[in-house]
């Protein structure tokens, strides 16, 4: 699987931009706030339609501008796709993929997989939960187009159901729309949670060993899952943890109404990591954490691999120079295979790896 050009209208920092990059590796160097991430962020964008640093898709587009183009030729199970994304201030973005208009982000999924590994990872398993369900939901969108479709859709009950309970006080009828939200809500976070369930399962199934490998035998690496407490089995068919939710949204209504937040459902999931039995988040050292969360994506890497039989489009963004030599060189000795765009402050960082292209950024251009 490989991107093999990308091209970029009023991206960020880029006004313009074309670009082709060779499918083993591409060295992408210059000064920082010079526009590399922008690229690695451009690419990832079109294999789920999210992007890591933002939420909105109008902060991509580049100041004073009122719409932004993504467009990529992308190689993926022995065919060719052309991959578009249109981003416009005020309007749902459009996708395209060989000219044909998609019908949501879900249907991307397969066509291109990207594995990021940025700075903030490496403090994944020290930060709260919501990393680590942004970490899960990016991996998972990428593989499964129905998960896709329903963390979007229970991404936007969320916030009506949010602003339903800060309102209602001052706006009584509210609640005559609440339970439908709920009822909503139940629907589509069975699905999340049964989705989320089965993704953790393989990557306990893949991470220990790489952790091991890592460590040199010394730590053992263990994983779960931690959901609703009232969802007595998060492997059951979505139609049974339904009811569960159900069981669970009922209990806490008044907790709700009385505190004005949303306190039951997926979206306070967690994946909880450990280290020898014990909390990494807790009692892990800085060099311990960093090596569990190396670990996980190297692990998503392996889980895209065997999905889809070709290696994910691996994106480092300047990862390594926050690396002791250590953990660089185990990072570089993982990745030999598939494509490799690699961002860094100078170009003499990338020792590792050979052959290639290398491009140096300045100011949102090519040099």
């Given at each position: 699987m490989t991107c093999n050009a990308l091209k970029l209208e009023r991206f960020r920092n880029y006004n313009r931009l074309e670009v082709e990059f060779d499918p083993r590796v591409n060295l992408i160097y210059g000064d920082n706030a010079q526009g590399k991430t922008n690229l690695l962020e451009a690419v990832a964008y079109l294999s789920s339609a999210r992007s890591h640093r933002t939420r909105f898709d109008r902060e991509l587009i580049m100041l004073g501008e009122n719409d932004a183009v993504v467009e990529s030729g992308i190689s993926s199970r022995s065919r060719d796709f052309v991959l578009k994304a249109q981003l416009a201030r005020g309007r749902t973005r459009r996708l395209w993929s060989n000219g044909v208009k998609l019908k949501t982000a879900g249907d991307l999924a397969g066509i291109l997989t990207t594995v990021l590994f940025c700075?903030?990872?490496?403090?994944?398993?020290?930060?709260?939960?919501?990393?680590?369900?942004?970490?899960?939901?990016?991996?998972?969108?990428?593989?499964?187009?129905r998960?896709?479709?329903?963390?979007?859709?229970?991404?936007?009950?969320?916030?009506?159901?949010?602003?339903?309970?800060?309102?209602?006080?001052?706006?009584?009828?509210?609640?005559?729309?609440?339970?439908?939200?709920?009822?909503?809500?139940?629907?589509?976070?069975?699905?999340?949670?049964?989705?989320?369930?089965?993704?953790?399962?393989?990557?306990?199934?893949?991470?220990?060993?790489i952790h091991q490998d890592f460590s040199g035998g010394r730590e053992r690496l263990e994983l779960a899952y931690q959901t609703v407490s009232t969802v007595r089995d998060c492997f059951a068919p979505a139609k049974e943890i339904f009811g569960w939710l159900t069981e669970h949204q009922e209990s806490r209504r008044r907790a709700e109404l009385d505190s004005r937040q949303c306190l039951s459902g997926p979206h306070k999931d967690d994946l909880a990591v450990l280290l020898d039995g014990q909390s990494a988040k807790t009692y892990g050292s800085q060099g311990q954490t960093r090596t569990a969360a190396l670990s996980l994506k190297l692990a998503q890497r392996e889980i895209f691999f065997q999905e889809t039989e070709e290696y994910p489009v691996l994106l480092l963004d300047d990862v390594l120079s926050e690396l002791d030599p250590k953990?660089?060189?185990?990072?570089?000795?993982?990745?030999?295979?598939?494509q490799i765009l690699i961002t860094c402050c100078e170009e003499e960082k990338l020792e590792g790896l050979e052959g290639g292209r290398t491009f140096h950024v300045q100011g949102g251009r090519l040099i």
């Amino acid at each position: 699987m490989t991107c093999n050009a990308l091209k970029l209208e009023r991206f960020r920092n880029y006004n313009r931009l074309e670009v082709e990059f060779d499918p083993r590796v591409n060295l992408i160097y210059g000064d920082n706030a010079q526009g590399k991430t922008n690229l690695l962020e451009a690419v990832a964008y079109l294999s789920s339609a999210r992007s890591h640093r933002t939420r909105f898709d109008r902060e991509l587009i580049m100041l004073g501008e009122n719409d932004a183009v993504v467009e990529s030729g992308i190689s993926s199970r022995s065919r060719d796709f052309v991959l578009k994304a249109q981003l416009a201030r005020g309007r749902t973005r459009r996708l395209w993929s060989n000219g044909v208009k998609l019908k949501t982000a879900g249907d991307l999924a397969g066509i291109l997989t990207t594995v990021l590994f940025c700075p903030e990872d490496l403090y994944l398993i020290r930060e709260g939960g919501a990393a680590r369900r942004r970490f899960l939901d990016g991996a998972i969108c990428q593989l499964r187009p129905r998960y896709a479709q329903a963390l979007a859709e229970y991404n936007r009950l969320y916030d009506h159901k949010v602003r339903i309970l800060r309102d209602w006080p001052e706006n009584p009828s509210l609640l005559e729309t609440l339970d439908d939200f709920n009822l909503r809500l139940c629907q589509t976070g069975a699905l999340i949670i049964h989705y989320r369930a089965h993704f953790i399962r393989r990557l306990q199934e893949e991470a220990p060993a790489i952790h091991q490998d890592f460590s040199g035998g010394r730590e053992r690496l263990e994983l779960a899952y931690q959901t609703v407490s009232t969802v007595r089995d998060c492997f059951a068919p979505a139609k049974e943890i339904f009811g569960w939710l159900t069981e669970h949204q009922e209990s806490r209504r008044r907790a709700e109404l009385d505190s004005r937040q949303c306190l039951s459902g997926p979206h306070k999931d967690d994946l909880a990591v450990l280290l020898d039995g014990q909390s990494a988040k807790t009692y892990g050292s800085q060099g311990q954490t960093r090596t569990a969360a190396l670990s996980l994506k190297l692990a998503q890497r392996e889980i895209f691999f065997q999905e889809t039989e070709e290696y994910p489009v691996l994106l480092l963004d300047d990862v390594l120079s926050e690396l002791d030599p250590k953990r660089q060189s185990f990072v570089l000795n993982r990745i030999q295979g598939g494509q490799i765009l690699i961002t860094c402050c100078e170009e003499e960082k990338l020792e590792g790896l050979e052959g290639g292209r290398t491009f140096h950024v300045q100011g949102g251009r090519l040099i």
